[in-house]
């Protein structure tokens, strides 16, 4: 099967993205886990298959790496890595990973952090109002972009818009846009969905090609 590394601030929709994505690829015969890779979720909307939480060597690593970050989460995610549970519910069904990791962190400190490119067969960066610039959809553009460059694998960006009613996968293209992809043509194609109301999502398969 195959699994999506889920990425992205905070409260862009992180959880009912992954919940919500796996129901509806479920009423199109797959079969799926998710599981929750956020140490520090006090309250989750779902319950997961698979929870960093009742990991003792991840909590053995924190108890070790208290206030060093990057070396618990470089820890956490190496964990996840060798985990046999995870690699099950990876070999048997398709894996939504939940991640709540600072994105800088898997920027700067990327050779630490090599094994979160190694869970994810498919990288998703999930925007919500939050991550949005004056600039359109530019920074969630130039981030996925970074870390193309950083892990070698396609990152697909995805905008987030709770609310809306009909959700666009092709906008206009504004200067920063065309800058990044050097052609002043070429629309802002950064899908939206709703995650609430499951809208946008056979778009959203069909460009992760999984249907």
């Known amino acids: 099967m195959a699994s999506l590394a889920v990425m992205g601030p905070p409260g862009s929709g992180k959880s009912t993205f992954c919940f919500n994505f796996a129901k509806h690829m479920q ?44 070396k618990f989460y470089a820890a956490m995610l190496e964990i996840m890595s060798h985990d046999k549970k995870l690699s099950a519910l990876r070999e048997n069904s398709l894996l939504f990973l939940d991640f709540s990791i600072p994105l800088e962190y898997l920027l700067f400190f990327r050779h630490q952090m090599k094994a979160f490119y190694a869970l994810g067969d498919k990288t998703i960066l999930l925007s919500g109002e939050n991550f949005r610039t004056h600039s359109g959809d530019s920074a969630i553009r130039a981030t996925a972009k970074l870390m193309e460059n950083v892990s070698g694998r396609q990152v697909t960006p995805v905008f987030n818009r709770p609310g809306i009613e009909k959700p666009q996968s092709a906008r206009q293209a504004t200067l920063i846009d065309a800058l990044l992809t050097g052609d002043p043509d070429r629309p802002n194609d950064i899908l939206e969905i709703n995650a609430v109301e499951r809208l946008g999502f056979d778009a959203l398969a069909k460009e992760l090609r999984l249907c």
Not at 28 to 57: L, M, Q
């Open 27 to 70: 009423k199109h015969g797959e079969k799926t886990a998710i599981a929750n890779a956020n140490y520090f979720c006090k309250h989750i909307t779902y319950k997961p298959d698979y929870d960093v939480r009742d990991n003792k060597e991840i909590k053995k690593a924190y108890r070790k790496y208290e206030d060093q970050w990057p």
